[in-house]
Structures are given as structure tokens and as C-alpha cells.
């Protein structure tokens, strides 16, 4: 039992139990911040596995931006609580079966081969100490897949304009 | 400090999550919440990317998160706008009241 495996252990059941959180809870801003605390978590994973750009990608775009942008809503909305709608009394039966079922296919196939899996990953810290690894992230980044990245960067545009003319009103329209 | 921890460890908590992200879409009725499970099976799926970026020593698992994430920020913006659009129409943000299609 090192501490790597104890720091992994504890994050990961931070990140379940706020997944769980997420699916049980009744109000909509308990909900978004569970999840932020999962991101959190899955942040710290990124960390353990030697890719710190992506970690503060993760704290900057997803906890900062997205989950503003939906508690923002929230507030907005006021769906807070929304009025308990009737349910059909079979859907979350078969829901969680059909979950089951998913994971199951899921383990199976990601662990019919664990020979190759189960292999030791290398030390993480020997990358996270140096900057080299965020040198060739950017080198390529910027080189290889510069094409892709201003691609992204339209995408963006396209979504910026798409959603200024979704929530325009129309001329004369009241509310 | 050479310990580490196996990629099976990191492909388990990926997939766990992912289940459960599945689950959400399917038992919650609220859409804001089911677009949040939405975004916890993305992040699963990144998780897994880098987990296997750092198993192969690759980089290009950890550009393709990069793209991920990027894809997932233009996807939360218009699908909140399109939830105040009906919210704005139906003073109800909820899945069953968006049957206009139903015959």
C-alpha cells in the first residue's frame, strides 16, 4: 500500500460518490456542484497520469466555464426543483437492468485481455516535474494538428453565432 | 517514489463512471440534469483517452481530450440555449411536456 495507490483509492471514491450524487439528487444545483466535484477528482487523475496541461484544461474549461454557464441557467430558469412529474412505474427498473447490462459489457470487453492492461504504468512524476512534456504537447498541437485546431475554433464561432440567434426575439415578439 | 498504479485501475473508474452517466440519461426526467450526465460519460471517455495516452506513451490521446473538451464546450452552449428556448415557450422545462411531435 503506497501512497500513490492511497491517493487514487480516495479519489476515486470521491469521484463515484459524487457521480451517485449527481443521479440522486433532487435539486438541480446540488447536481452541478457534485458534478464540479467530480471534475475536480478527474482533474487529479489527469494530474496522476503525467498530462498537467489537460488538468488545468479541465479546472479552467470544464468546473470554471461549463458549470457556470449551467448554474447560470439554473438560476435563470428557476428549475431548482422542478414539480415531481408522474413516473412510469417500470422505467427505472429497466433503466438500472439496462445500466448493468452496460457495465457489464463494458468490463468484459475492456478486461477480456488484461495481460496487456494490467501492466504497470511508468513513473508519472519523471514528466510532471519537467516542462519537456508540455514543450511537445505544444509543439504538437500547433504543428501536427494545427489544422484541427483552427477547425475547433470555427466549431466555436459557429456555436457562438448559433446560440445568439437561437435566444434572439424576434421583432415584436413579447416575453 | 516508482510506484505506480495499473491502467486497468484507471479504465475501471472510466467505466464506472460512464455507467452511471448512462443511468442518469435514463432516470432523470429533469433535461439539465440529463445534460450533466451527458457530460460525465464525455469526461469518462476522456479519462480513458489519457489513461491510454499515458499506457502507450502517446501524446496524441491527450490532443484528442484537448478536441473533446473543446467539442463539449460548443455542445453545452447550444444545448442550453435550446432548454431557455423551450423553457422560454412552454414555461416548463420538462420531458414529458416535449410531446409536439407525438401523433
Same mark, same amino acid.
Given at each position: ?175 | ?11 475501471? &473508474?472510466? !467505466? ?5 452517466? @448512462? ?8 433535461? +439539465? %440534469? *440529463? ?27 491527450? &490532443?484528442? !481530450? ?5 467539442? @463539449? ?8 440555449? +435550446? %432548454? *431557455? ?19
Amino acid at each position: 500500500m503506497n501512497l500513490t495507490l492511497i491517493l487514487f483509492i480516495v479519489l476515486a471514491v470521491v469521484a463515484v460518490a459524487a457521480a451517485i450524487g449527481l443521479l440522486v439528487s433532487r435539486n438541480t444545483v446540488y447536481a452541478a456542484l457534485f458534478l464540479v466535484l467530480n471534475y475536480a477528482s478527474v482533474a487529479v487523475f489527469y494530474l496522476l497520469l503525467g498530462a498537467p496541461f489537460i488538468a488545468l484544461v479541465q479546472v479552467t474549461v470544464y468546473a470554471g466555464a461549463i458549470m457556470v454557464l449551467f448554474l447560470f441557467v439554473i438560476m435563470l430558469l428557476g428549475a431548482e426543483k422542478l414539480p415531481k412529474a408522474k413516473v412510469l412505474p417500470w422505467q427505472r427498473p429497466v433503466a438500472i437492468g439496462l445500466a448493468v447490462l452496460l457495465l457489464a459489457e463494458a468490463v468484459f470487453l475492456l478486461f477480456r485481455r488484461l495481460t496487456t492492461i494490467s501492466t504497470p504504468l511508468a513513473n508519472p512524476a519523471a514528466s510532471v516535474n519537467s516542462t519537456e512534456a508540455l514543450r511537445t504537447l505544444g509543439m504538437a498541437l500547433f504543428n501536427q494538428y494545427l489544422l484541427p485546431f483552427e477547425v475547433t475554433s470555427i466549431l466555436l464561432l459557429v456555436a457562438m453565432v448559433g446560440v445568439i440567434v437561437l435566444t434572439k426575439k424576434e421583432k415584436g415578439e413579447q416575453g | 517514489m516508482a510506484d505506480t498504479i495499473p491502467l486497468s485501475y484507471y479504465l475501471a &473508474i472510466s !467505466v464506472v463512471l460512464f455507467t452511471m452517466g @448512462a443511468l442518469g440519461v435514463l432516470i432523470r426526467r429533469n433535461p +439539465l %440534469i *440529463v445534460f450533466m450526465s451527458v457530460e460525465l460519460m464525455l469526461n469518462s471517455a476522456n479519462l480513458a483517452f489519457v489513461a491510454f495516452a499515458r499506457s502507450f506513451n502517446a501524446l496524441t490521446g491527450q &490532443i484528442f !481530450v484537448f478536441f473533446v473538451m473543446t467539442v @463539449a464546450a460548443a455542445e453545452v452552449a447550444v444545448g442550453l440555449a +435550446l %432548454i *431557455v428556448i423551450i423553457f422560454r415557450n412552454k414555461h416548463s422545462i420538462d420531458v414529458d411536456l416535449m410531446n409536439n411531435l407525438k401523433g
